[in-house]
């Protein structure tokens, strides 16, 4: 099955600057990668997702980057804001399976 | 168009005792997927139902049962409830089962006290 690590656990920034989480995946065979930001008591909700076949995407303010050879794909959040404060988790699937194998989470604090 | 949505949002049992949490999925969607998150930790897959059947499952105990029916909504069930049962229950909805997986959109959760 697929595994997935995520760093750092917890990361402060002052409002304005960027922000990069990091996460690997075990999987070859995976090719969808989909971020998620969760504030305090509500849903996960999709910011931004990649598949294999492109090496990065953006929107907007964030961005995601995948490197398939070291198995590898970060977020980049740059010009943060106090309302980027949340959750955030990488996820991967499994294979040909359609379940998502998340990683542990990163608390991000954008300090005003 | 409705997302998904989940109920009850929050549930207090006690230990032994049986649960059952609904969800129904996003419009246009046939395929429902479960999912615990304990505090401070990222969800874990319980299963996935598509065409009223379990096709995928996570490591979880039998204790942990579901359903989906013809209109897509599902079911979660827990038996003989433990304390580390006490977590935040997702449902997330997706289109089919192809090779190329979509996005899953999640719904509100129930959250789920055991006592």
Redesign the interface.
């Known amino acids: 099955g697929e595994n997935v690590e995520q760093h750092p656990s917890t990361l402060s920034v002052q409002e304005g600057d960027s922000a990069v989480i990091k996460c690997t995946y075990s999987d070859s065979a995976s090719n969808y990668f989909p971020w998620y930001k969760q504030e305090l008591g509500k849903r996960p909700q999709l910011i931004i997702d990649i598949r294999s076949n492109v090496g990065e995407k953006k929107d907007q303010r964030i961005a995601v980057t995948l490197n398939k050879t070291a198995k590898h794909f970060s977020l980049h959040i740059t010009e943060t804001q106090p309302e980027d404060s949340a959750v955030y988790f990488c996820a991967a699937p499994s294979g040909s399976a359609r379940q998502l194998t998340f990683g542990s989470g990163t608390q991000l604090t954008v300090l005003p | 168009d409705a997302g998904v949505t989940q109920s009850p949002t929050h549930l207090i049992k006690t230990r032994g005792q049986q649960v059952t949490l609904r969800c129904s999925p996003k419009s246009g969607h046939d395929?429902v997927?479960w999912y615990q998150q304990a505090l401070?930790?990222?969800?874990?897959?319980i299963f996935?139902y598509y065409e009223e059947e379990e096709?995928?499952r996570?490591n979880f105990p039998d204790r942990f049962s579901g359903h989906q029916f013809p209109n897509y909504s599902s079911e979660l069930n827990v038996n003989a409830l433990l304390l580390g049962d006490s977590a935040l229950y997702?449902c997330?909805s997706?289109l089919g089962?192809t090779?190329?997986?979509?996005?899953?959109?999640?719904?509100?959760?129930t959250r789920l006290t055991v006592l």
Not at chain 2, 40 to 45: I, L
Not at chain 2, 99 to 109: A, I, M, V
Request: net charge neutral; hydrophobic share 25%; charged share 5%.
């Open positions: 395929t997927s401070g930790q990222g969800p874990q897959f996935q096709r995928q996570g997702l997330a997706s089962l090779s190329s997986l979509g996005e899953q959109f999640f719904g509100p959760g």
